[in-house]
Nanobody
Framework: VQLEESGGGLVQTGGSLRLSCVAS????????MAWIRQAPGKEREFVAG????????LIGRSAKGRFTISRDNAKNTAYLQMINLKPDDTAVYYC??????????????WGQGTQVTVSS
């Protein structure tokens, strides 16, 4: 499985972005998808995850109330809708795929990441 993220960029505080992650290969719906971010000098942080069918989701503490994860299995694509962005959201956002959904980083496949920068 190969993953490619897009949608990152520079946005002002309070703005919105939607990240996309397109997966290549078959059986996209067999994989849970997750968004994980890492800011310079900080540890990786689980942002959100979604099960293969889309019915189960997990949201990280910092994302609650502001970020929404979704997927379109017909398009082999997962999304992260982010609103009310804050400077602390500045990070490289990685898309990841794995056989099970959890709050950790135990995902089998990772994208290259997309930079999100929130200016104050």
């Amino acid at each position: 499985v190969q993953l490619e993220e897009s949608g990152g960029g520079l946005v002002q505080t309070g703005g919105s972005l939607r990240l996309s992650c397109v997966a290549s290969g078959r059986s996209f719906s067999d994989y849970a998808m997750a968004w994980i971010r890492q800011a310079p000098g900080k540890e990786r942080e689980f942002v959100a995850g979604i099960g293969g069918s889309g019915s189960a989701t997990l949201i990280g503490r910092s994302a609650k109330g502001r970020f929404t994860i979704s997927r379109d299995n017909a398009k082999n694509t997962a999304y992260l809708q982010m609103i009310n962005l804050k400077p602390d959201d500045t990070a490289v956002y990685y898309c990841a795929a794995g056989r099970s959904l959890d709050f950790g980083f135990h995902y089998d496949y990772w994208g290259q990441g997309t930079q999100v920068t929130v200016s104050s």
